[in-house]
């Protein structure tokens, strides 16, 4: 930017354009520094937020396994601790089973890309580059 600028009545009307052009090449920088340091204090936050998560994802994991064993012990009142232990698992391996096998259903129950639609876009295809290849239908 120049260092000295000239008042703007006495100013040509080069002399403003190059002033004015001056100010908007400056003004974009300076909106530019000003977004940068915006994403760069949001990123921030964000890796904060991110991280807090993770650690909230795994004190609940370690919650889970230490409802776990309050169920073994608590079974294990009544029997031997190992057979209270091995009923939890037995249980904890019929839940995924069942989770998985619903899972693989609504998986498998996707399907195939609607055959309308895929004609359809087949027809606009055929429209659009009818021509372009010399022959006619």
Do not use: C
């Not at 169920?71 to 009544?78: R, Y």
């Amino acid at each position: 930017m120049s260092e000295e600028r000239t008042p703007t009545g006495e100013a040509s009307t080069g002399q403003l354009l190059v002033q004015a052009t001056e100010d908007i090449s400056q003004l974009i920088r300076d909106e530019m520094q000003l977004a940068k340091q915006d994403l760069a204090e949001s990123g921030k936050r964000l890796g904060v937020g991110a991280g807090l998560f993770g650690v909230a994802g795994t004190l609940a994991l370690y919650g889970v396994g230490t409802l776990l064993a309050t169920i073994i012990l608590a079974i294990s009142e009544g029997l031997e601790p190992w057979i209270a232990a091995a009923i939890v698992t037995v249980v904890l391996f019929v839940a995924a089973a069942v989770a998985g096998l619903i899972g693989k259903a609504r998986v498998s129950k996707v399907g195939d890309a609607p055959q309308a639609r895929v004609e359809s876009v087949k027809a606009d295809i055929a429209t659009a580059t009818h021509g372009t290849d010399g022959s006619t239908s």
